[in-house]
């Protein structure tokens, strides 16, 4: 009886052993060059700013009377922060609320505005005193692209072209001389051009083939007035994987009359019952992480689609809505959507840029929701505080790869499982800039596990690397106004470089960035 428990016990020992070595193997990684890989664009890192709860009014603007220092209205320490985030791109003012923004509402002296109310967002009034000119001079101040997103549910094409026309024309027409007399000589020369938002839900609840042609419409008369064709016309694209929108969209639209087809997708624990934003369990990050990781099939899918009508690649997605979305924080208003801003957001961050870097062929342009005080949120504000979340950090640390060439890797991912289920551990996108500089960024979801991570670049030319990385102790980590750099990035010490290889071990959900020179 002793011996068979002896000889069952060192089985298992042994089974345990095999897969403790099994589980401490490294993950190799070959990262490619390829002259035929696309750039990563820098507007795959833009922003959206709606209106809605504490993003605008309160938020980024204050308004010039406001003992919070800031610049015609808007915070300077957002502004800092937004420079150094190296922001493309922004998108305003909607979401839901551009197909009720009527334009002309937002121009002129303040005091002369009417009232509106947010019927989407809260049902609170108003007064329209951040509009067209304040958002786009804070765009110049940024050096962020503006990305107007027009009305078109509840508009006509009249006032959608006069809007074009205000923003865009030199001088001589009758929106021209408006804008003049309201202070600003020179046009924005705005390039992007939202044709509506949602047109699925909220911005008509239409059908794809009823808003093909509405686009058609009013895409016919959109003009950047040069005779440039300057204009970048971006369609209401997928509500996540609604296929059929993607094919009547590309099959119905000429090709001269679009440049850009939208796609929404964000992700949660489960849409009916998202959960708290800090209080998760295991279980409710796992399911967040698989929502987010489909955003691989996602642009797979509706990419294949785009490639069908479009062989030459002139038409660019756009995913101008993605992030995360759970329960507004207790006490706050529900239709403010204000929630914290975790680890686990850090990881959903990490994941989604690695996807659009890795399909920079097609994806063009991306816009994290939203930038202040609203879901996943890179700024968190509360009267004369603010804070950097840990989203904002990956933002930054990201931001090496805008405007830099892909470069492909391959490798087998190690999982992370959790009761039957398994999701791939390790997320990777790498790129060369310019000036040869080899940057790649690697996240690691396991909850539990670190995985150390072997890189083969070959006959690249880098000398030495050093590396970023973004990590804490608790899955729920969150920073708050009492406690606002507990998640900050810090310098990664320990990278093994030889011979053209790297060596990293990542510990369980961190995100870290590593430069080569």
Do not use: C, Q
């Given at each position: 009886m002793h011996m068979k428990i002896f000889n069952y016990s060192t089985v298992v020992l042994a089974l345990l052993c095999s897969v403790a070595i099994s589980a401490q193997e490294p993950v190799q990684v070959t990262v490619n060059e390829d002259a035929e890989a696309p750039m990563i664009s820098k507007h795959i890192y833009g922003h959206f700013s709606e209106h809605l709860g504490r993003c605008i009014y309160g938020g980024l603007y204050v308004g010039e009377e406001s003992m919070v220092p800031n610049t015609a209205g808007v915070r300077n320490d957002i502004i800092e922060a937004l420079k150094e985030l190296k922001i493309p791109n922004l998108r305003w003012p909607g979401g839901c609320f551009a197909d009720t923004y009527h334009w002309k509402d937002g121009v002129g002296p303040k005091s002369e505005r009417p009232t509106m109310i947010n019927r989407w967002w809260g049902g609170v009034t108003e007064d329209n005193s951040f509009g067209t000119h304040d958002f786009l001079n804070l765009c110049e101040t940024l050096g962020a692209e503006p990305y107007l997103a027009a009305n078109v549910g509840s508009s006509t094409v009249k006032e959608f072209t006069e809007y074009v026309e205000y923003v865009l024309h030199q001088g001589g027409s009758p929106m021209a001389e408006w804008r003049k007399e309201n202070g600003r000589e020179e046009p924005w020369n705005v390039k992007y051009w939202g044709v509506g938002n949602e047109m699925w839900g909220c911005g008509g609840n239409m059908t794809a083939e009823h808003y093909a042609n509405i686009y058609r419409q009013y895409a016919t008369f959109m003009t950047d007035w040069t005779n440039s064709d300057g204009i970048f016309r971006i369609a209401s694209g997928a509500?996540?994987?609604?296929?059929?929108?993607?094919?009547?969209?590309?099959?119905?639209?000429?090709?001269?009359?679009?440049?850009?087809?939208?796609?929404?997708?964000?992700?949660?624990?489960?849409?009916?019952?998202?959960?708290?934003?800090?209080?998760?369990?295991?279980?409710?990050?796992?399911?967040?992480?698989?929502?987010?990781?489909?955003?691989?099939?996602?642009?797979?899918?509706?990419?294949?689609?785009?490639?069908?009508?479009?062989?030459?690649?002139?038409?660019?997605?756009?995913?101008?809505?993605?992030?995360?979305?759970?329960?507004?924080?207790?006490?706050?208003?529900?239709?403010?959507?204000y929630q914290q801003n975790t680890m686990r957001d850090a990881m959903i961050a990490g994941i989604s840029l690695n996807i659009f870097n890795n399909h920079a062929r097609r994806v063009k342009m991306a816009n994290l929701a939203q930038t202040v005080n609203v879901l996943q949120a890179v700024v968190l504000t509360e009267d004369e505080k603010m804070l950097l979340t840990p989203t904002y950090h990956v933002m930054k640390m990201y931001n090496v790869h805008q405007d830099a060439q892909l470069l492909p890797v391959d490798f087998d991912s190690p999982t992370?499982?959790?009761?039957?289920?398994?999701?791939?551990?390790?997320?990777?996108?790498?790129?060369?800039?310019?000036?040869?500089?080899?940057?790649?960024?690697?996240v690691n979801i396991d909850a539990h596990k670190s995985h150390t991570v072997k890189l083969n670049l070959g006959d690249m030319d880098v000398k030495d690397f050093s590396g970023t990385i973004l990590s804490s102790d608790d899955l729920q980590d969150h920073n708050t106004f009492d406690e606002p750099e507990k998640i900050t990035p810090r310098e990664l010490k320990k990278i093994k470089f030889r011979k053209g290889m790297l060596e990293v071990e990542v510990p369980p959900f961190s995100v870290m960035v590593l430069t080569g020179k």
């Open positions: 509500n996540v994987d609604d296929y059929h929108w993607t094919e009547v969209l590309m099959r119905d639209i000429p090709k001269h009359l679009i440049e850009g087809v939208a796609l929404h997708s964000y992700s949660f624990v489960e849409w009916n019952e998202k959960g708290s934003s800090i209080d998760y369990s295991e279980e409710e990050y796992f399911s967040t992480m698989k929502t987010a990781l489909k955003m691989d099939t996602l642009v797979t899918k509706h990419s294949a689609i785009m490639d069908k009508y479009d062989p030459d690649n002139t038409i660019a997605l756009v995913v101008d809505e993605w992030g995360g979305w759970y329960d507004v924080m207790e006490g706050t208003n529900p239709g403010f959507l992370y499982g959790f009761e039957g289920e398994e999701l791939p551990a390790i997320s990777i996108s790498a790129s060369k800039t310019e000036a040869g500089e080899v940057n790649v960024s690697l």
